[in-house]
C-alpha cells in the first residue's frame, strides 16, 4: 500500500499542471516529468547517507505530497473556475470523442489488458533478470546508489533511471509486481505525447486519435509495456523532448516549455544512452531554426538544458569516474556497442541489417530468404555482414546476422505494418503533399520526417547492430506515428474508426499471445501448435517436461515457472542447491559467482524466499574494475558461495579462506549448473 504515496503524488502533480495550462494532456506529460525528476531528487540524495529505507522514502513522499497539497491550496482562489474547465475540457470533450471516434474504447481495452498483463505475470524479462533488477536488490541492500563490485558491470554502467523508479516501486510496495509500471505509463504518456506532435504538425482530432492508435499498436511496444525493460520509458522522454523542441522552433519559448525540453532530455540520458543518438537530429534541427531566425532564447534554452541534464546525471556520472575513470562507466564495456567503422558501406550495412529486423516473420524459410537477399547485398558491397568493426560480439552465434521467428517476443519482435505504414506515408506526401497543405506545413512536415529519419541513420552510424535492436528502435516508430497519421488522414481521408480497428485487430498476437507474458494461455492452442502425438518422437522426459512449460504456459502457471520463462534450465538445479543449504546451517552472508550470461535476481529471489529475507549477497572473484567499488558496510565474510558455472571448480580462493566444492545440480539439457561452496 506504500506504492500509493507515489500515485498520489502523480495525481496532484497533475492537478497542478492542469490549473497551470489549462490542457489536460500537456498536464499528464508534464506531471510524469516533474515525477521523475523527483524520484532521481529523493534517490540520489537519501543514497549519499545510506538511507534508502521503507521509512525514509515513505517520509520523503509524504513530506512532497504535503508541499503539493499546500500548493493546490494556495490556487483555491481559481480552482472553482478551473474546475468548470475540468468538466467541459475533460468530461464533456471524452464524451464527444468517443461517440464520433469509437475506436478510443479499443484504445483504453488495450490499454487495460497490457497493464493487467504486466501485474498478473513475475518480471521475466532476460536483461531484467540479469540487471535491470539485480542492481535494485543490491541498493536496497546497500541503502544506496552507490557503485559495488559485480562481476555484471552492466550493473553499474548502464544508466538508472528507470531503475530508480522501479527501486521506488518495489521499496514502497514491498514486492515487484508494479516494477512493469514505468514501461505501462510510459506508453500511455507516449500514446498523449503522439497526439500533441500530431497537432503540432496540423492533424485535426481525428488525426490525433489515429495518431495515438498507430503509436499505441506497434508490436515491440506492446510486448515492453507489460514488462521491466527500459525501452519504452526511454522513448517516452525522447517523445517529450521532441515535442517540447517542436514548441520552442514554433515560438512556445515560456518557461513550460524549457521545463519539459530539459527534464525530458536529462531524464532520457538518465535512463539509456540511445537518448544521446535520438536527440541529436533534433538539436540539429534547431541549430538550422536558430541560424535562420536568429533567436537567442533557443540558444539559452539548449544551455540550460545542458546544465539541468547535467545536474540529473551527475551522481550516475561521478560514479562512473570514479569507479571506472569515465562517465560513461567502463572503456573495454562501451567499446564493445559503438561502431568502429564508419565508412559509407559500412552505414549502408547497419541500415540495411536494421531495417531487415522488421522484415522478420515467424516462418524459418522465408526468413533465410531474406537472410541471403541482405547476404548477397553484402558481397556486393564487400562486407563481411558480420563484420566486427560493425556488428556487436560478431565472433559468438548468438550475435551473428540473421532474423528471429520470434516476433512474439519483446527482444525479437518486428514493426513490419507500421514500417510499411512509414514507407507508404513518406511516398503518399511525395505524391500528393503539394496538393494539400500549404507550403509552409508541408514545409514544416519535411522537416519532421527528415529529423525522425535522421534518428535511424545515426543510430546505424554510431551503434553496432545487434539481433536485438528492434526494441531500441521503438523511439523511430513512435515519432513518425503523428506524421504517419496526418498523412493518412489529411491525404487518404482514411477513416479513422475503420484504420483503428484494422490496426488494433492486427495487434491481437501482441496483446494476447506475448511470449514473454500470454495473456490468453497457449495451453488453450495446444491442439493448434502442440498436439501430444507430436511430442512422441522426443527422446526423454527432460525433453517433453521442456516442452510442456513451453507451450503450456499463462497466467495461471506457477510463479516460479512465469520468473524462470527465459532460463529454464536453470529452475530446478537452483532449488535443489537452495535445498541444500536450507538444510545445512544459518548462513545468512553468501558470494555469488554468476556464469556468463550473469542471471541474477531469481538467485536473490529464491534464496530470500526459502532461507532468509535478510540474506546479504555480493559478487566475489569481481576482477573488471568494479572490484575498487566500496561502500560503507562492513567488510564482506560469506560462509558460503552459490555458483553457476558450467564447469565449476573444485576450490575456490575468496581472499585468504578456500572453499571447497561440496554440492553441484545440473539441468538434464547440461545448459545450468549451480554449485555450493563452503570453508
Known amino acids: 500500500m506504500g506504492s500509493l504515496v507515489l500515485l498520489t503524488a502523480l495525481s496532484l502533480l497533475f492537478w497542478i499542471w492542469f490549473l497551470n495550462q489549462n490542457n489536460w494532456r500537456e498536464a499528464v506529460i508534464l506531471a510524469l516529468i516533474t515525477l521523475a525528476a523527483i524520484i532521481v531528487i529523493i534517490t540520489e540524495t537519501l543514497g549519499i547517507f545510506n538511507l534508502i529505507t521503507y521509512q525514509y522514502v515513505f517520509y520523503s513522499w509524504l513530506l512532497v505530497n504535503f508541499i503539493f497539497l499546500v500548493i493546490l491550496f494556495r490556487k483555491r482562489a ?90 521506488h516501486l518495489m521499496l514502497l510496495g514491498n514486492n515487484d509486481r508494479l516494477a512493469y509500471l514505468p514501461q505501462w505509463f510510459s506508453m500511455v504518456g507516449s500514446m498523449v505525447v503522439a497526439t500533441l506532435i500530431a497537432k503540432r504538425l496540423g492533424a485535426d482530432r481525428s488525426g490525433q486519435v489515429l495518431a495515438a492508435t498507430v503509436a499505441l499498436t506497434i508490436p515491440v511496444g506492446i510486448l515492453e509495456a507489460s514488462g521491466t525493460l527500459n525501452d519504452y520509458v526511454v522513448a517516452f522522454w525522447i517523445l517529450c523532448f521532441y515535442y517540447f523542441s517542436i514548441s ?77 575513470g569515465s562517465f560513461v562507466g567502463s572503456p573495454t564495456e562501451t567499446s564493445l556497442y559503438l561502431n568502429e567503422l564508419h565508412t559509407p558501406t559500412a552505414v549502408v550495412s547497419n541500415l540495411v541489417r ?51 521467428t520470434q516476433i512474439r517476443h519483446e527482444v525479437y519482435a518486428s514493426n513490419f505494418v507500421h514500417l510499411v505504414l512509414i514507407m507508404l506515408a513518406i511516398l503518399v506526401f511525395i505524391l500528393k503533399g503539394h496538393e494539400i497543405f500549404d507550403s509552409r506545413n508541408r514545409n514544416f512536415l519535411v522537416a519532421y520526417a527528415c529529423t525522425v529519419l535522421g534518428t535511424f541513420l545515426v543510430f546505424s552510424l554510431v551503434l553496432k547492430w545487434q539481433p536485438f535492436h528492434s526494441r531500441q528502435q521503438l523511439p523511430f516508430f513512435l515519432l513518425f506515428s503523428p506524421f504517419i497519421a496526418i498523412i493518412l488522414n489529411r491525404t487518404l481521408k482514411w477513416s479513422v474508426n475503420l484504420t483503428g480497428v484494422i490496426l488494433l485487430v492486427f495487434s491481437l498476437p501482441w496483446l494476447l499471445f506475448n511470449q514473454s507474458r500470454p495473456m490468453v494461455s497457449t495451453a488453450y492452442l495446444k491442439y493448434l501448435v502442440y498436439s501430444t502425438a507430436g511430442r512422441m518422437h522426443l527422446s526423454s522426459v527432460a525433453q517433453q517436461a521442456s516442452l510442456d512449460k513451453q507451450f503450456f504456459y499463462g497466467i495461471t502457471c506457477d510463479p516460479h515457472d512465469q520468473l524462470f520463462r527465459e532460463v529454464q534450465s536453470l529452475h530446478e538445479p537452483l532449488q535443489d542447491a537452495i535445498g541444500y543449504l536450507e538444510d545445512q546451517s544459518s548462513c545468512t552472508d553468501i558470494g555469488f559467482v554468476p556464469c556468463y550470461d550473469q542471471i541474477e535476481y531469481p538467485v536473490w529471489k529464491m534464496l530470500r524466499e526459502r532461507i532468509s529475507s535478510d540474506l546479504r549477497i555480493e559478487h566475489v572473484l569481481v576482477k573488471n574494475g568494479s572490484e575498487k567499488a566500496t561502500h560503507t558496510y562492513p567488510p564482506f565474510n560469506p560462509c558460503a558461495i552459490i555458483s553457476l558455472r558450467r564447469e565449476p571448480e573444485n576450490s575456490l580462493l575468496i581472499g585468504d579462506n578456500i572453499f571447497n566444492r561440496v554440492f553441484t545440480s545440473s539441468s538434464m539439457d547440461g545448459n545450468s549448473s549451480v554449485s555450493i561452496y563452503t570453508k
Request: hydrophobic share 50%; charged share 15%; aromatic share 12%.
Open 78 to 167: 481559481f480552482v472553482g473556475i478551473k474546475v468548470e474547465n475540468w468538466r467541459k475540457i475533460v468530461l464533456e470533450d471524452a464524451q464527444s470523442l468517443i461517440r464520433t471516434h469509437w475506436v478510443v474504447l479499443g484504445l483504453i481495452l488495450a490499454i487495460i489488458t497490457i497493464g493487467f498483463n504486466g501485474a498478473a505475470f513475475e518480471p521475466n524479462g532476460y536483461d531484467s533478470l540479469s540487471y535491470h533488477l539485480a542492481r535494485i536488490l543490491h541498493w536496497l541492500q546497500n541503502r544506496s546508489v552507490d557503485h559495488y563490485p559485480t562481476n555484471t558491470i552492466r550493473q553499474l554502467v548502464m544508466s538508472p533511471g528507470a531503475e530508480f523508479t522501479m527501486l
Open 248 to 324: 520552442l522552433i514554433m515560438g512556445e519559448q515560456n518557461w513550460v516549455t524549457r521545463f519539459g525540453f530539459s527534464f525530458s532530455l536529462g531524464l532520457a540520458i538518465l535512463t539509456k544512452s540511445t537518448a544521446y543518438v535520438y536527440a541529436l537530429p533534433a538539436f540539429l534541427w534547431l541549430f538550422v531554426h536558430y541560424l535562420r531566425a536568429r533567436q537567442k532564447e533557443i540558444l539559452l534554452t539548449v544551455i540550460f538544458a545542458g546544465v539541468v541534464s547535467l545536474l540529473l546525471n551527475l551522481g550516475h556520472f561521478t560514479r562512473n569516474i570514479t569507479t571506472f
Open 354 to 404: 536494421n531495417v531487415s529486423l522488421h522484415l522478420s516473420t515467424p516462418s524459418g524459410s522465408v526468413n533465410l530468404y531474406i537472410v541471403q537477399a541482405v547476404k548477397g547485398l553484402h558481397r556486393l558491397l564487400g562486407m563481411d555482414v558480420n563484420d566486427p568493426r560493425t556488428t556487436f560480439m560478431a565472433d559468438t552465434l548468438l550475435f551473428q546476422y540473421g532474423l528471429s
